[in-house]
């Protein structure tokens, strides 16, 4: 990927363009305290555990935190770095190499949805920084109303009690974009060769099923059907699943692997109901059962976490050995590295008309393969 020089709109040069990323958050230690903090105010927001208010609070205080503060919390254990959590780590990182990239004419934030650092303190600092238009840009390439929604809603709820609102933009999801797409498949490459995988495994994080039905404006279409995600059209341009199986065709396509030796499947599932099927877990274990040896996974998120360190890289390696597999090797996020900076400068092209004009839009397009 060829990297080219920035230059700012000219609006963005009399004024200074705030480029606000937004993740979902981390919690402050791996200690039950800061976890059980974390944990309550992720699963107290209305669209991630989307119950009624008291019976969310009922499950939320009597059920969850006291189960799964001190176990999430022996997890993080396992992954945390001496600078602290891996996504904040990385996000980090990732904002300070961006910042580079894009210049004086553009003040970038990360922000976490629930933890610190706080949408609230990122909005101030931008503000302070002379920041008088906002790009908004959730580090989801698919759409969830549980992980964008709530991030946009969010800055928009904090941006208008502002006596001076900014003016705002949101990058939609791109989990089609070529430059992201780019980046998963130059990841994902060196990892399926020598010895080439039994199976390739593309998980995504899973939601609930009554999530997606919920975003379908036909109410007739999404999970009605098997092959209800098979194109994406008017009926479910926003289904989290369908984008799904739309980046794993689109990485498959890439990267050459046979339908038969993939499968799309869905992890972190939560609480009894149904979740978006095949969990990963199961198909793990299914898969190994069957006589696979080796195997790959391609996570779906953007920075390594929980979810793809202990989740994935411990205890879905100890699933795969216990039903008969050998080697299971996760490809890493894309995090900081310098690929994805490129590629997240040339979705911001896109998805705004705050941060470029049209030419330098069309340059950074084209540092892209």
Request: glycine content about 6%; hydrophobic content about 45%; proline content about 8%.
């Amino acid at each position: 990927m060829t990297t080219v020089p920035f230059e700012p709109a000219a609006a963005a040069q009399r004024e200074r363009v705030g480029l606000l990323l937004v993740n979902v958050g981390t919690p402050a230690a791996p200690r039950p305290r800061e976890v059980r903090r974390y944990l309550r105010e992720f699963l107290s927001d209305p669209r991630v555990l989307d119950l009624p208010a008291w019976r969310r609070r009922l499950l939320l205080e009597l059920v969850i935190l006291p189960r799964r503060a001190r176990a999430s919390a022996a997890a993080y254990r396992q992954i945390w770095t001496d600078q602290g959590s891996p996504l904040l780590v990385h996000g980090r990182a990732l904002a300070a190499k961006l910042q580079a990239r894009l210049g004086d004419g553009v003040r970038v934030e990360l922000a976490m949805r629930y933890g610190s650092p706080s949408i609230a303190g990122a909005l101030d600092r931008l503000e302070r920084a002379g920041a008088t238009r906002l790009v908004l840009l959730p580090l989801y390439p698919h759409y969830s109303s549980a992980a964008t929604g709530s991030a946009v809603a969010r800055v928009l709820e904090l941006a208008a009690r502002r006596w001076t609102t900014p003016l705002l933009q949101i990058v939609p999801p791109f989990y089609d974009h070529p430059a992201y797409l780019d980046v998963r498949t130059e990841l994902a490459r060196p990892f399926l060769v020598g010895p080439e995988p039994d199976h390739v495994f593309m998980s995504f994080h899973g939601l609930p099923e009554r999530q997606v039905r919920r975003g379908d404006p036909t109410g007739v279409h999404c999970l009605a059907r098997a092959d209800c995600c098979a194109t994406i059209d008017g009926r479910n341009r926003h289904c989290y699943r369908a984008q799904c199986f739309a980046t794993a065709a689109r990485l498959a396509e890439r990267l050459a692997i046979p339908r038969f030796r993939m499968t799309v499947c869905f992890q972190s599932r939560l609480g009894r109901s149904p979740w978006l099927r095949p969990y990963s877990d199961r198909v793990l274990a299914d898969e190994a059962g069957r006589g696979a040896r080796h195997g790959v996974i391609v996570p779906s998120f953007v920075a390594d976490c929980l979810e793809t360190v202990e989740e994935l890289g411990l205890r879905g390696l100890e699933t795969w050995r216990r039903h008969g597999g050998r080697s299971l090797r996760v490809v890493p996020a894309p995090n900081a590295d310098d690929r994805f900076v490129e590629a997240l400068a040339a979705i911001a092209v896109d998805g705004s008309s705050f941060l470029f004009d049209r030419g330098a839009a069309e340059v950074a397009a084209r540092s892209s393969p």
